[in-house]
């Protein structure tokens, strides 16, 4: 199981977040741990979702290199110097640790600084049985190649036909991009009572996917948790909870 990677994609507002840290629930409950969460979104809420304080970013560490110059510890090199502030950027829970990549880079070349970064965060993967990444929308962060693979993707939709028209981007994307993603599954989340329209749902499931699209329905206890500014790591009563686990054992049994 070393180095097994999911990853959660989907245009911003459809629940992505919530779905990624319900499925650390998920490991965490299953006994996979210790567990790496990659919150790869510049609008950064994975550890808020997780009780999780953020410490550095990834892309703060970036800017204020750039600001360095040569000012180094005597004796240090600008690669071992980045690798060591980068550490410092690993955020320890019960279980799970967290990093936080950050906003993008602003003007100028941070490539040095890219390049050992993602050797960084792409060696700290081999550390942890599993590793969950919480995607920007556009998928940028898999296609700097940050992340090695991806053994399965999670597209997170919301019941309406941009989220879905979303998805058949990250879809597109996957392929234009050349990115190694193995397996991969739709989540339509916050289907009201009433369900899913047909229409949608005969669209999803045209899609060229691994398993049936998994249909999650509003969920107030998720909703509670989420006002309150509460993790969702302890959450126990709540029919999402339920369909999330069920995803990772089959994510689990087929990767």
């Known amino acids: 199981m070393k180095g097994r990677v999911i990853a959660v994609a989907g245009k911003g507002g459809t629940g992505k977040t919530t779905i990624g840290a319900l499925l650390i629930r998920s490991a965490l409950k299953s006994k996979v741990e210790p567990i790496l969460a990659v919150d790869a979104d510049p609008n950064y809420c994975l550890g808020e979702a997780m009780g999780m304080d953020v410490g550095e970013t990834v892309g703060l560490l970036r800017e204020d290199f750039g600001k360095l110059g040569s000012d180094l510890p005597p004796g240090m090199s600008k690669a071992n110097y980045l ?3 980068a550490n410092k950027a690993v955020v320890e829970g019960d279980g799970v640790d967290l990093v936080t990549m950050g ?15 993602r050797s960084v965060v ?3 993967q081999d550390n942890y049985p599993l590793v969950v990444v919480d995607n920007e929308a556009g998928l940028e962060h898999l296609s700097r190649r940050t992340t090695r693979h991806v053994d399965w993707m999670v597209m997170v939709s919301d019941p309406a036909p941009k989220g879905l028209r979303a998805i058949e981007r990250v879809l597109g994307l996957i392929g234009e991009l050349k990115l190694d993603v193995r397996k991969k599954s739709l989540v339509i989340n916050r289907v009201p009572e009433k369900g899913l329209d047909p229409a949608l749902l005969e669209r999803a499931e045209k899609m060229r996917l691994d398993a049936p699209p998994l249909l999650v329905p509003a969920d107030h206890e998720i909703e509670k948790k989420d006002i309150a500014g509460e993790s969702l790591l302890d959450i126990e009563n709540c ?3 339920g369909l999330v686990d069920e995803l990772f054992s089959q994510i689990m049994e087929r990767t």
């Open 83 to 85: 690798e060591m502030q």
């Open 103 to 117: 906003r993008q880079e602003g003007p100028g070349c941070y490539c040095f600084a890219n390049d050992v970064l």
């Open 122 to 124: 792409d060696n700290l």
């Open 239 to 241: 029919q999402s909870c």
